[in-house]
């Protein structure tokens, strides 16, 4: 193969191969084309095939990573990561604010991808070109990030990859927490144990966790209860969006942050816990991307 690829490139051009083949299948002629381009893109992005498989932690449980749509794979800079579909449907929020205030909507969604892990380090490195997380770990989810660093950071991953990456709507986060159409009903999101799943006050030793390595949930997500708490998009006003990026939300964007940290309570650590600070870092919040 590679002595008919130095042999094509040296004595033929695209233009002699096409008239040479004349009537051939048209796929045959944007096989050589595609294979005499010899291009490396920077960026990368691949599809994986979405049939359900078991998905091995570091803590040796096992889960279902399963969905109807197909995985996305990217790779920035030698970095890569995955974006698990979520398909679209409807169910009632239920947002805690704080410990008393509840919040119930019904809300209907449309199909999606979110990450399968929380944004780790390297790529925020490898995006930002520093590190501002106060436990350093390659692997681990990067931290001590404001919501405004997050914007930029967003902002600079879709120039590189040329996408649409953004915040997860907080309808979005807990739907996907839930394990979407999936969804068992957990307490937490994979399950009802939290050492299963979740990097909190009782099981992290006082720190992050380098990320995937407690089970995950129904959808084939990990860490979207504890570990770091999550910015996401709220919206404050009541009326519905009608954007085809963002599905039906409401009008006004704030920063709120879901899912207990490493520091939180297993109260915290519930789906349905929510709070917002937007203008603060803290070595316990960092972010999902959505797309």
């Given amino acids: ?3 008919f690829y130095i042999f094509a490139k040296k004595h033929l051009t695209i233009k002699t191969i096409i008239m040479k083949l004349g009537k051939c299948n048209l796929w045959i002629i944007a096989l050589v084309t ?3 381009a010899g291009t490396t893109p920077v960026v990368e992005a691949r599809v994986k095939k979405g049939k359900a498989k ?7 449980k096992k889960g279902k990573k399963a969905s109807a749509g197909k995985n996305l794979t990217f790779t920035v800079k030698g970095v890569t990561f995955e974006m698990v579909p979520v398909d679209g449907g409807s169910f009632t929020t239920t947002n805690r604010v704080g410990y008393d205030q509840y919040d119930e909507k019904h809300v209907t969604l449309k199909s999606y991808y979110i990450g399968q892990t929380e944004v780790t380090q390297a790529l925020w490195q490898a995006v930002m070109e520093d590190n501002p997380s106060e436990v350093k770990n390659d692997n681990g989810p990067v931290e001590n990030v404001r919501y405004e660093d997050c914007i930029f950071f967003i902002y600079k991953l879709n120039e590189l990859t040329g996408k649409a990456f953004r915040f997860p709507t907080a309808a979005e986060w807990q739907f996907a927490a839930r394990g979407g159409n999936l969804s068992k009903g957990y307490l937490y999101s994979g399950g009802n144990d939290i050492n299963q799943v979740a990097w909190y006050e009782g099981n992290s030793d006082g720190k992050p966790h380098p990320v995937a390595t407690k089970a995950p949930n129904e959808l084939g997500i990990y860490d979207m209860s504890g570990n770091v708490s999550e910015w996401c998009a709220e919206y404050d006003d009541g009326t519905r969006s009608t954007s085809a990026d963002i ?3 409401l009008a006004r964007p704030s920063a709120t942050f879901y899912n207990g940290s490493w520091k939180s309570s297993p109260e915290e650590c519930e789906i349905k816990y929510m709070d917002q ?3 603060r870092s803290y070595p316990f919040i960092g972010l999902r991307l959505a797309l």
Avoid: C, D, H, I
């Fill in 247 to 249: 599905g039906p939300g």
């Fill in 1 to 3: 193969m590679r002595f």
């Fill in 54 to 60: 078991s998905a091995v932690t570091k803590n040796g």
């Fill in 277 to 279: 600070n937007e203008g």
């Fill in 34 to 36: 595609l294979f005499l």
